[in-house]
């Protein structure tokens, strides 16, 4: 049994209440988890608010910066275990749990580096004055993320909190809270100090709920759905404190006719099947130009057809989806369009021998799909990808943009002129070209625009969300 991480100890539920943690690939529960509630959160922002009183607060941007530096290498030195806790708990292929333990550790090198690198300025102003902005930290922030991705998200939403100077509270999701609960446990022997980073573990409408309306918190980053984020963001509002939200996506893959397919059918591929499809950025909306769409979709088809699915052992293409409602949520949307009568362009493959109780789906290509289907508009959050022809450049802007979401977007072409025109023109909050960049990327701002959520996390920008200014105005004669 796994106890929650507060003010640098281990704490049980105050009423010894548990979760079980259950493996995707089997289906069978392995560990549990404490179940944290009101009082847990309240421990936690109060050692979140003793840390910032006590060493952690005192400490200058170059130590914090090492200390996270120090937090970077000391994961890297743990990076086969971490990978495996990771696999187990999310089911995903050991190389893909190897590669979020890569990025999470550039998250802590990435923000460590530039600790002390945030400076203030200096205002031209009235004259017997002297003007200094100066960057602060927020005080305590709070972090509630997803499951899809355990470990990179605590990189990307606490490393730069930390490096500002904040301390934090971090409620993981209850699938996947034992990447969290271990890197904190890393970070305190790395010498973060107590109480800058705790983790208080249990279910979203109880400890999720109570962080976000916690009168002592300073900031609420949420990464999760469109549904739990309007929540987090309405009890931030009532504090009122500053939330940044990082919500879902339906993002289109923009295919002309000119493409490089040679380049574009592997990526397009891998950015729906990556993680079982359970991924925020997934490329899930396959846009194809007319004139080429039967040559396009036939070639995705083929590379979607050699997909496998496995155990995190087996270490395919992609593992099993996250647990029960998942696996039913995937399974509803692949029903209810063959039931519409749309065509299946392509099936992965399940591969022999996987745990029958596992959570498998067979990632499927579906084509045409009418524009006004769930498929084409909806987060699936599973391996599901729809292609829709367009006409020409208007159309595809306008079908890039008929969704709710803003999150990515991709435009395959060799006209460097359309480039810039659909770039430009297309709502999401990264745009890549030839090219799509689904995980990784620590070095680039990253969120969304329209009901995608608002705010910026990774890159510099990630700073500038995590602190404040304070303008100073001496008056020297
Ligand atoms: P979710 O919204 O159900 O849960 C996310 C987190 O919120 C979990 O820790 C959960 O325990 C907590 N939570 C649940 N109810 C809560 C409440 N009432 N108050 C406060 N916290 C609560 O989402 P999920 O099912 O874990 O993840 C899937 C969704 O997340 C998808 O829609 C996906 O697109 C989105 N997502 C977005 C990004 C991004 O960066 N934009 C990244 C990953 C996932």
Redesign the pocket.
């Known amino acids: 049994m796994k106890k929650m991480f507060i003010g640098g100890r281990w704490m049980a539920a105050q009423d010894e209440r548990t979760i079980p943690v259950v493996a995707p690939e089997s289906g069978e529960t392995f560990d549990r988890i404490s179940r944290g509630g009101a009082h847990e959160v309240d421990l936690a922002v109060k050692a979140a608010r003793s840390a910032l009183a006590g060493p952690w607060g005192r400490m200058t941007a170059t130590e914090r910066g090492r200390v996270l530096m120090k937090i970077g290498q000391a994961v890297l030195d743990h990076a086969d275990e971490l990978a495996q806790i990771e696999a187990r708990d999310t089911g995903k292929p050991m190389t893909t749990a190897r590669n979020d333990i890569t990025v999470l550790a550039r998250y802590f090198e990435f923000y460590g580096s530039a600790a002390d690198k945030v400076h203030g300025e200096v205002i031209p102003f009235v004259g017997g004055h002297h003007v200094s902005l100066l960057r602060e930290p927020l005080g305590v922030t709070a972090h509630?993320?997803?499951?899809?991705?355990p470990a990179q998200?605590v990189g990307?939403t606490v490393a730069p909190a930390l490096a500002m100077g904040n301390a934090a509270v971090l409620?993981?999701?209850?699938?996947t809270s034992l990447s969290a609960l271990r890197i904190a446990e890393i970070a305190a022997a790395a010498g973060l100090p107590d109480g800058a980073l705790n983790v208080v573990t249990?279910?979203?409408?109880e400890?999720?709920?109570a962080?976000?309306a916690h009168p002592g918190i300073d900031f609420v980053s949420?990464?999760?759905?469109?549904?739990?984020?309007t929540?987090?963001q309405q009890?931030a509002a009532r504090r009122p404190v500053k939330c940044v939200?990082?919500?879902?996506?339906k993002s289109p893959q923009i295919v002309f006719a000119d493409a490089d397919l040679d380049r574009a059918v592997p990526i397009i591929v891998r950015a729906i099947v990556q993680n079982a499809g359970?991924?925020?950025?997934a490329g899930s909306r396959l846009l194809v130009q007319q004139e080429v769409y039967d040559q396009v979709v036939g070639r995705i088809a083929e590379a979607f057809a050699k997909v496998r699915v496995g155990t995190p052992e087996m270490d395919l293409d992609c593992g099993p989806v996250?647990n029960p409602a998942?696996l039913a949520r995937v399974k509803r949307y692949i029903d209810a369009a063959r039931n519409s009568g749309i065509p299946v362009l392509a099936e992965g493959r399940i591969a022999e021998g996987v745990p029958a109780a596992g959570f498998y789906v067979k990632p499927t290509l579906f084509g045409p799909v009418p524009r006004d289907n769930a498929l084409a508009r909806e987060?699936v959050?599973g391996p599901v990808l729809a292609a829709l022809p367009f006409t020409d450049e208007a159309d595809a802007i306008a079908l890039a943009n008929s969704t709710e979401y803003g999150?990515l977007a991709a435009v395959w072409t060799e006209n460097g002129a359309r480039q810039q025109r659909v770039a430009k023109a297309v709502q999401a909050g990264q745009v890549f070209v030839n090219c799509y960049g689904a995980g990784g990327g620590v070095e680039l701002p990253?969120?969304?625009t329209k009901r995608?959520?608002h705010g910026r996390?990774k890159g510099l920008l990630a700073l500038e969300e995590l602190s404040t200014t304070k303008t100073l105005v001496q008056y020297h004669g």
Do not use: H
């Open positions: 509630i993320i997803p499951w899809n991705y998200m990307r409620k993981p999701a209850e699938d249990g279910l979203g409408e400890v999720g709920a962080l976000a949420f990464t999760g759905s469109n549904e739990v984020g929540l987090v009890a939200l990082e919500l879902g996506g359970q991924t925020c950025t996250m998942q987060e959050f999150l990253f969120g969304g995608s959520g996390e």
